[in-house]
């Protein structure tokens, strides 16, 4: 008979406490750990009266490596990268390539002004402004109380 350590303070414990240690130490290692991140960006979206504002962080790319469309009310925005490196000769231990691509899609609500869209990519982060319909702008003006 074999036992098996038992510790009630686990939050996750179940009928088989060994069995959630074994894939905790297994899955908590780096290896599947760098494998867990998630490769998309960040992104900050904001308004103002005149247009609404995406700012996608993306360093270490180059605006050809972008790819914006629009296709109805859907702005997607999308990348893929490789690295090559040329390495003849030389013994790994571990080796991970550099390849990465994403997609991030927007559905764009009906006041967007979808024919004047414009994009920037400096300092690492991919900028598109995409103005309003006139007829949806925020007209402030002050009302006279009598």
Same mark, same amino acid.
């Given at each position: 008979?074999?036992?098996?350590?038992?510790?009630?303070?686990?939050?996750?414990?179940?009928?088989?406490?060994?069995?959630?240690?074994?894939?905790?130490?297994?899955?908590?290692?780096?290896?599947?750990?760098?494998?867990?991140?998630?490769?998309?960006?960040?992104?900050?979206?904001?308004?103002? &009266?005149? !247009?609404?504002?995406?700012?996608?962080?993306?360093? $270490?790319?180059? %605006?050809?490596?972008?790819?914006?469309?629009? @296709?109805?009310?859907?702005?997607?925005?999308?990348?893929?990268?490789?690295?090559?490196?040329?390495?003849?000769?030389?013994?790994?231990?571990?080796?991970?390539?550099?390849?990465?691509?994403?997609?991030?899609?927007?559905?764009?609500?009906?006041?967007? &002004?979808? !024919?004047?869209?414009?994009?920037?990519?400096?300092? $690492?982060?991919? %900028?598109?402004?995409?103005?309003?319909?006139? @007829?949806?702008?925020?007209?402030?003006?002050?009302?006279?109380?009598?």
């Amino acid at each position: 008979m074999t036992l098996v350590k038992f510790n009630p303070e686990k939050k996750n414990s179940s009928l088989l406490p060994g069995f959630n240690d074994i894939f905790e130490s297994v899955l908590g290692d780096t290896f599947f750990n760098d494998r867990r991140l998630s490769t998309v960006p960040a992104v900050n979206i904001s308004e103002s &009266n005149e !247009e609404y504002h995406i700012e996608l962080a993306a360093p $270490g790319l180059r %605006k050809e490596d972008f790819k914006v469309s629009v @296709e109805r009310d859907m702005l997607s925005i999308s990348t893929e990268q490789r690295t090559e490196n040329n390495t003849e000769g030389k013994i790994y231990n571990r080796r991970e390539y550099s390849y990465s691509a994403f997609t991030r899609s927007f559905t764009l609500p009906e006041s967007a &002004n979808v !024919e004047q869209i414009q994009a920037a990519y400096t300092d $690492g982060v991919l %900028k598109l402004n995409i103005p309003k319909k006139e @007829e949806a702008k925020a007209i402030a003006r002050q009302i006279e109380i009598q």
